[in-house]
């Protein structure tokens, strides 16, 4: 069984900046993927960023230039750092994986940001 755990959210003062973390455990063959997305009150969930295996990311229009997503591969850890956070980056992020072809979420960290 995989499981996926978040930290690193909560309140913040619009232009400033947080930094999630997820790690991964379990049995753990090969991550292909590992990623955050986030969910507002009343909307659907959304992808924020996505990093490969190989390296390549990718990023929403929104966050892109404000927020760096990272992976550790050895410690099977995946981060975000988010800077010039603005109010409507307030949501619910939600850590994801993809190993041996099926995906797996975290139960989400609350990222809310104050005008």
């Known amino acids: 069984q995989v499981q996926l755990v978040e930290s690193g959210g909560g309140l913040v003062q619009a232009g400033g900046s947080l930094r999630l973390s997820c790690a991964a455990s379990g049995i753990i063959v090969r991550i292909a993927a590992m990623g955050w997305y986030r969910q507002a009150p009343g909307k659907q969930r959304e992808l924020v960023a996505r990093?490969?295996?190989?390296?390549?990311?990718n990023y929403a229009d929104s966050v892109r230039g404000r927020f760096t997503i990272s992976r550790d591969n050895a410690e099977n850890k995946v981060y975000l750092q988010m800077n010039s956070l603005k109010p409507e980056d307030t949501a619910a992020y939600y850590c994801y994986a993809l190993i041996s072809g099926t995906d797996y979420w975290g139960s989400g960290t609350q990222v809310t940001v104050s005008s």
């Open positions: 990093i490969f295996s190989g390296g390549s990311t």
